[in-house]
């Protein structure tokens, strides 16, 4: 069964073998960017298009905005699919295409300056 993995929880994130955002931060895609009146705000996603070392498929994704940046911790995560497991790796496809048919910019932003 996937499951999903906070980058906050170091230990778990490293028991995984998932890499830090800083090794995959300039192959990010951005979606749902907006602005509101104090900055912005958008989400973020990576698929790898390797395995990890056991087979597995991961996806990261993550969200950014007034108080936090891409690649922060508490706003990271990393689903991870058994590559063994064909409902899995059906699972994962559906949620690649998913994310990349997501809009580059927020179609109904909920932040509207008046």
Avoid at 27 to 44: A, L, Q
Avoid at 63 to 78: C, E, I, K, L, V
Wanted: proline share 6%.
């Amino acid at each position: 069964m996937a499951f999903t993995i906070n980058a906050f929880n170091h230990t778990e994130w490293q028991r995984h073998g998932l890499s830090d955002y800083s090794g995959f931060a300039e192959k990010i895609t951005e979606c749902n960017i907006g602005e509101d009146s104090f900055s912005g705000y958008g989400e973020w996603f990576y698929v790898p298009e390797e395995p990890l070392p056991n087979g597995d498929w991961v996806i990261y994704f993550g969200s950014w905005g007034n108080d936090n940046s891409p690649g922060a911790s508490q706003y990271t995560h990393a689903t991870i699919f058994d590559g063994g497991d064909p409902d899995e790796m059906a699972e994962y496809a559906v949620r690649v295409r998913d994310l990349e048919s997501q809009p580059e910019f927020d179609e109904q932003p909920d932040h509207i300056d008046e």
